[in-house]
């Protein structure tokens, strides 16, 4: 399993937000196969043919013939970093039932019927079905009842054509989602962003890069590590940290992980730290400056973002931040460089002594431990 968006309702109660889980969208393995033949038009550029395997669970009311049923569900993915493109995608537009039928992948990389056996089956489909953002590093698909048929449930189908820089060895996912309610109601439909990396098979005769170090972590706990860009020393002994704890089998993300291309910093910060288990909040002077609001606009912007975003979670909900935010001081670092929010004088924090299992052990303790569910 790749990931999942929560499907939830939620609700304002006086100064309470509340919030309900009313089923979800899972992404299981997805398969990925080099187009043969890699048209020469496409210069520095792999095209990888790319099942999606996507599950709607919808339950605690949004079934078919509930009045809460669901009046349209959209499931989307914005491929990265940057020059990753959706050249062509299925399925594209279905408005009346359609029957299972074979494609195939042009030279141009696009979709075409088969009249015999070909590498793409699609199953039937149903619903209405509208495809949007072919041609853009970003697609998405939005299903929606007809007069006969309801939104559907259970496993769903899609193809993509996908052009991939040469060599690399993964692909970053974003995955959203989205639903509207066939009837109006107080509570709000809403869903929480996931993120996840995707395997592409090596192409003979073209020299892997180096491979992202999370994304099929097995159901590990994800763990997100802030920190500020304190100096060069700082950063490395961060990325040591971090590479000690994926030798742990812990699920890290933090932003010197391969790819060093282009990313949309804020959608990638905010979407790891609302779907991680744990986050690290590393120690350091700049970190507890930015705390303090002491540090200029242009200064740490990256971490000014995350701590406001951190504590803004803190004050919705206390209890759950409180226990999910570990502030950890490395070898050399001190308590009183924790950032002011994560309270370094009167709850827990954790000194690593130095980056092995005795070292880091009652860390390590901790985000081994349940997960959330």
Known sequence: MLGDIPLLLTETRGLEFVERSVGSIRFGHWQVHPVPGRPESFPGLTPYLVRVNVEFGFGSGLGGGSRLAPGWVEVGFEFGPDRVSVVDALPRAVTRPDDARPYEVTPLLAFAPAAGPAPVAMPPVTPRIECSGIGSSAVRWRYSPTETDPVPSGAQVAWLVLLV????????????AGYGLAAPTLENPTTRDDAFAVDLPPVPGVVPGPPLTFGHSGGSPRVFVTYAHENEEHKRAVAEFCDFLVGEGLDVRYDQQEPRERREWQTWTTTHILRADFVIAVASPSYRKVSEGRAVPNENRGVQAEYLLLSTLLADDRPAWTRKILPVVLPGRSVAEIPLAFLPRIAT?????????KGAAELVRVLKGTRDQ
Do not use: L
């Open 165 to 176: 820089p040469e060599g690399r060895p993964q692909v970053e996912v974003v995955a959203s």
């Open 349 to 357: 924090h954790y000194i690593v002594d130095d980056f092995t299992a």
